[in-house]
C-alpha cells in the first residue's frame, strides 16, 4: 500500500521555510497575531499529518478531521507554541497538531492491520 510518504514531508518543509518568514510579515503588516486569512500553516499541517498515511479516502478524511480536533483543541504544548512569536507561532501550532494527527493515524494503522 502506498503511503504520502517523503515528497509529501519535502513538500511540507518547502512550505514551512516559505511561510514562517512570510506569515511574520503579513502579521506586522496586519497588525494581527494570528490573520486569519494566513492559511499556509494549515496546508502545512494537514501535510504533516498525512505523512505515512495510506493513500486513500479514508485516511485523507482521518487526517483532516485529527488535524482539526487538534488545531481547535490545542492540547499540551501546542498552546503553548501558539505563544511563539510572529510567523513561528502562527505555523509551529499547526506543525504540533499535524504531529499529534499522525500519531494517532499511524496508531490506527497498527491497530487495523
Known sequence: MQAFS???MVAA?????IGTPAATIVARESGRKDPQF???DEAVGQWIALFA?????SYALLGLIL???F???KPFPIRKIEH???GWGILFDD???????????????????
Open 38 to 40: 494566513v492559511v499556509v
Open 71 to 73: 488545531d481547535v483543541w
Open 95 to 113: 506543525v504540533a497538531a499535524g504531529i499529534y494527527a499522525m500519531a494517532i493515524i499511524q496508531l490506527i494503522r497498527l491497530w487495523v492491520a
Open 53 to 57: 498515511a495510506p493513500v486513500q479516502w
Open 84 to 86: 511563539l512569536p510572529e
Open 67 to 69: 488535524f482539526r480536533i
Open 6 to 8: 517523503g515528497v509529501t
Open 13 to 17: 518543509l518547502v512550505l514551512l521555510l
